[in-house]
Each structure stands twice: as C-alpha cells, then as structure tokens.
C-alpha cells in the first residue's frame, strides 16, 4: 500500500467525502460512541481512534460530511499485488444520518474512486450476519454474499460473532450519476 497516497476529496450530490485529519479525532469520537455506532463498531477510546483512524498502513479514511456536519465515516484498505487487487470497505453513519441514502450514496462515491482511480476490480465488505440494514444498503449498491466468516469480529460486549463477506465486482458496478468508467468514450 502506498503508505503517502494523499486522499482526493470526492463529492456527490449530498455529501462531500473529505479525507479525515488530526482535527477530527473528537468528533470521530463522539461519532464512534453514539449507541447505535458502538453496537457495530465497538468501544473506542483515543489509543483505539489513533490504531484505526490515523494509521495509514491499516486503512485510509474519509469523514462522510453533509452540509457542515460530519455525518459519518468510510474506510477503505487496499491490496496492491496486481494478481489480486481489490479494496475493502467499510462505513458507519452517524445515527440522525441513517435512513435518508446517505450511505448508499457514500459508497457508490467511493466505489467509482476505488475503480477508476486506484484500478481496482473488485471491492468487499463484511458486515454482521445479524445487521439486516447495513446488509440491504450494501446489496443496493450492487455487493453480493460470498459467505459467513465464523466467529469473526468481537462486537461491543466482547463476544465473537460472524460477519457476511459480500464482494462487488468492476464490471456488475452501477457508477453514480455524472460519473463515468475507465472505459467510457469522451465527448
């Protein structure tokens, strides 16, 4: 992974994703906290913000911003060997955020990125088998089920429990309106 990428900010018709910063750290804070978060995501403190947020040979994040606020946050991580490479995903809205296509919109964002910028043809995700909206939202956007990885994640209790691999590929991908692919003709 190119530990120095430098994020680009990606725009669409609601929402603007714009690379996290340091400035960020509390606000990503009282986002990961909100119950309806930490129910997925787990208990985060500062030493936990700084291992998943700020470590760029872990993932590269984007604070999902609508108006002034910041309503949520997406992740994506890469695999650069070229016999595999794909990206993985990850997002969470803040809880007055949900409901409203935020997300779907947030990932198509990213997704035309991951494909037409960084080369990507294949993109996965995996949430909990029990999360029956993130599941909906991700299926909107094109992923499909792979398989159940058991015991996979520790959840806010501590407990294990299993996540859907779900994976969407290059050429089965619904790009964002005003967005083109790779392989579009220019006018």
């Known amino acids: ?5 430098t994020l680009p900010t990606l ?3 609601h929402l603007v994703l714009r690379p996290l910063r340091r400035s960020d750290a509390r606000t990503l804070l009282a986002l990961l906290q909100q119950p309806g978060v930490a129910r997925w995501w787990g208990a985060y ?9 700020y470590d760029p040979a872990w993932a590269y994040t984007y604070l999902i911003v609508v108006g002034d606020t910041a309503a949520g ?3 994506f991580h890469e695999v650069p060997d070229p ?17 409203r296509g935020l997300g779907t919109e947030a ?37 499909r089920p792979v398989g159940v ?9 501590g407990e294990w429990h299993d996540s859907l691999l779900m994976d969407l590929l ?14 579009s003709a220019t006018s």
């Open 149 to 157: 990885m058991r015991k996979y994640e520790r959840n806010i209790a």
């Open 45 to 53: 403190d500062d030493e936990r913000i700084e291992r998943d947020f």
């Open 1 to 5: 992974m190119d530990i120095n990428l």
């Open 83 to 99: 016999d595999y490479k794909s990206a993985g995903v990850d997002i969470t809205l803040g809880e007055a955020y949900r409901d």
């Open 170 to 183: 290059a050429e089965e991908f619904e790009r964002p309106e005003g967005t083109r692919g790779p392989d």
């Open 73 to 75: 946050v997406l992740q």
């Open 11 to 13: 725009e669409s018709e």
């Open 107 to 143: 990932l198509r964002t990213l997704i035309a990125y991951l494909i037409d910028e960084r080369g990507h043809h294949r993109v996965t995700i995996d949430p909990a088998t029990d999360n029956p909206r993130a599941i909906h939202t991700y299926e909107k956007v094109g992923f």
